[in-house]
């Protein structure tokens, strides 16, 4: 079972935060209607798990959490979602007046025990026109559905069912003969749950006609909101009641949250006084009301909705209009993935080996989690739990690499957790060769990767990756001077890339047609590449993406498919080509963009990075090779394989957020990589070279994890 870690990270504070900020009310002051606010966030971000939280936390206040997709499911309906919050608010709360919502209640009880469909509308017009219009109006109409509840006969059990929702003695909705009569049925009757009167409620507007539904629906949400705010503006309501009522709406998107979502903005929206609804909606996509143009436009664009602080501790949603704001949820941070790897150590026992350069094996294995989930909840989550399935003699090396292996099961667990439910099968089997480029917009321009596909499958990719909820990117990363990028979250791009390396090559050797030319990575003199790492689906996707970038001109996009597939001798000329060519700054944001090349897992299981690292070099030790060209491919083929150092600030600006520590989880590999930035600093043919490669050279000396 997936570990979760509900109101604990700095993200779920600050929307806790948020929420504390503005469910108080003073009654000295009016109270003024607030927007209701959406989270946005891709599967798998936290979204239900947040609002579980929120509901248990504001337990002591009036407040109703729906899951609006699983109510949907079952065949509900707007008025069935409504009757469901008009029920949660009603609950009786210590030290809290109990809310009744005497309109509300008395239309949907008369609805119920009226056969005809004529009747029910009928109550549906009278009510819509006592909302309407004067207070004397809706004192005629709520007594004549008040006589006619309490005489109802055939359904008394719906009846006292729907009680609760009236007040007792309360003047000003009821004669006192019909409320006398109300609470005698009420005294007499036993305590029924609401589960009836819902039912009841569902199969008679279920089969209603659009017309009759969509009025009712109108004047129910006219009804609760009007008693909500009758409720807090009499005297005694608004001295005593301190705090709204908090609404929890998971799963927003849904057919049938969007359709609430809708009818309760367009009631607030006409109505002439504020509410003293909360309102917090969730989306793992976007509701029909964000589909505007310019919004769209917002979304392709790359720029993230709404604000966090730098230490994720405050929330800013953004204001969209119509009684809106929005903001999407970020990912978890270094720290708080940290403390969740810390339970775990704690859990699995000291016990465990560890690399032999790490002290701190918190510090070291919540750092290698977190570049490989980038703090991604549920990813997070499941890795752990992973992580903690093995003997306890298993290192934690071993441990990382064993769950990434197809055999494990972790990476198509994971697969089918973060994939939209509604990807076709066809788009499934291409999306890990799609994940072989850094941006999804080069895996499009690439004919090779697509060949044979029909163009619905090319549409729905294309709706894809302009989706940022449905690659899982919560933000863009701009590449320098070149415009904005396009990649899938990192642990999304990761797992692809697993069930790439286990694909088979597609007949033929290729991924498209044979007049795609299609075919095996080649080095230059077109001959195949030796070894594992070109081979299957692989090397025929990286095969592809290296011939577009070669038709593009794109040298550097050649040399990271290259060595993709192993060939570090063609992205060591390019690399060396470009020294002294370039300014410092821009060789090493090359060499970064280089080293983020995907990795291949090595066939047959681990490998030492040491041994992996010396077998790419041998080629080193044939013939005679210039010093520098020397140099340059073992700084290259060791960043490759390598950790990332702990900070780099050219590693934010190359437009590729992937990383991959997993070939040497232990930064056995750093020390020589500092050693060869120092070879070149020492013979730079520039003085402004030298402090740039010693620093790079400095941050390759330290464990990257801190210790």
């Known amino acids: 079972m997936e570990r979760e870690w509900p109101g604990q990270s700095e993200r779920d504070k600050a929307i806790e935060e948020y929420l504390r900020e503005r469910l108080g009310r003073s009654p000295r002051r009016p109270c003024a209607e607030l927007p209701a606010t959406l989270l946005l966030g891709p599967r798998g971000s936290g979204k239900t798990t947040l609002l579980r939280h929120l509901a248990e936390w504001a337990d002591r206040v009036p407040v109703s959490r729906l899951d609006l997709a699983a109510l949907g499911q079952q065949g509900g309906k707007p008025l069935d979602a409504l009757a469901q919050i008009v029920f949660d608010l009603n609950t009786p709360k210590k030290a809290v007046p109990q809310l009744t919502f005497p309109s509300f209640g008395l239309l949907v009880t008369a609805a119920v025990t009226r056969v005809s469909a004529r009747d029910r509308d009928t ?48 003047l000003g909705w009821a004669r006192f003969r019909t409320r006398r009569r109300l609470a005698r049925i009420r005294r007499g009757a036993p305590h029924l749950a609401p589960d009836a009167f819902l039912l009841r409620l569902n199969q008679l507007y279920g089969e209603a006609e659009g017309a009759e539904r969509a009025r009712a629906e109108a004047v129910l949400v006219d009804a609760f909101l009007d008693d909500l705010r009758r409720a807090y503006t009499s005297r005694s309501g608004n001295r005593r009641r301190t705090t709204r009522c908090l609404l929890l709406l998971d799963n927003a998107d849904s057919p049938l949250g969007n359709a609430l979502l809708e009818i309760l903005l367009a009631g607030r929206e006409k109505a002439d006084e504020p509410d003293p609804l909360l309102i917090l909606a969730t989306a793992g996509s976007y509701p029909r009301l964000l589909r505007g143009s310019g919004f769209r436009a917002a979304v392709r664009s790359g720029r993230q909705l709404g604000g966090w602080s ?39 026992g000291l016990g465990v080996p560890k690399p032999h350069r790490v002290e701190n094996v918190v510090r070291w294995l919540g750092r290698t989690v977190h570049e490989v989930t980038r703090g991604h909840p549920a990813a997070t989550a ?326």
């Open 123 to 170: 109550a549906v017009t009278e009510m819509r026109a006592a909302l309407a219009g004067p207070d004397s109006g809706r004192s005629t109409t709520l007594n004549r559905l008040a006589e006619s509840v309490a005489t109802a006969a055939g359904a008394p059990e719906l009846v006292t069912a729907a009680l609760p929702l009236l007040p007792e003695w309360q």
């Open 310 to 348: 730098a230490q994720q501790d405050a929330f800013t949603p953004e204001e969209l209009g119509r009684g809106l704001h929005a903001g999407e949820l970020c990912d978890l941070n270094g720290s708080e993935v940290e403390r969740q790897v810390g339970e775990l150590v704690r859990a699995v």
């Open 382 to 707: 499941a890795v752990l739990d992973a992580l903690a399935d093995h003997e306890d003699s298993t290192p934690w090396e071993d441990r990382l690499r064993r769950v990434f292996s197809p055999s494990y099961g972790l990476v198509d667990q994971l697969l089918e957790r973060l994939l939209p439910h509604d990807l076709s099968g066809r788009l499934r089997e291409r999306l890990p060769l799609a994940a072989a480029p850094a941006d999804l917009a080069q895996a499009r321009t690439a004919s090779g990767l697509w060949g044979g596909a029909p163009e619905a499958v090319l549409r729905e990719f294309d709706e894809f990756r302009a989706d940022p909820l449905r690659t899982l990117r919560t933000a863009v990363t701009p590449r320098d001077g070149a415009g904005r990028t396009d990649p899938p979250h990192p642990v999304l791009r990761l797992l692809l890339l697993r069930r790439l390396a286990a694909l088979p090559a597609p007949p033929g050797g290729g991924t498209g047609p044979p007049d795609d030319e299609s075919g095996p990575p080649g080095d230059d003199d077109g001959h195949p590449t030796e070894g594992p790492w070109g081979t299957g689906a692989w090397g025929a996707a990286h095969a592809a993406l290296r011939r577009a970038a070669e038709r593009a001109g794109a040298e550097g996009t050649v040399a990271y498919h290259r060595l993709a597939v192993g060939d570090l001798p063609a992205a060591a000329r390019h690399l060396n080509a470009l020294y002294g060519r370039t300014t410092a700054e821009e060789w090493c944001a090359e060499l970064c963009r280089l080293r983020r090349a995907p990795v291949r897992p090595p066939e047959g299981g681990a490998e030492e990075p040491w041994q992996r690292y010396e077998a790419l070099v041998d080629h080193l030790n044939v013939g005679a090779v210039d010093g520098q060209l020397r140099t340059i491919t073992r700084l290259l083929a060791a960043s490759w394989l390598s950790t990332e150092p702990l900070e780099d600030p050219v590693a934010d600006q190359v437009g590729d957020p992937f990383r991959d520590p997993l070939g040497d989880p232990g930064a056995e590999l750093h020390g020589e990589i500092a050693a060869r930035f120092r070879t070149l600093a020492a013979h730079a043919h520039s003085v402004g070279w030298t402090p740039v490669l010693l620093d790079m050279a400095a941050r390759y000396d330290g464990r990257p994890w801190g210790d």
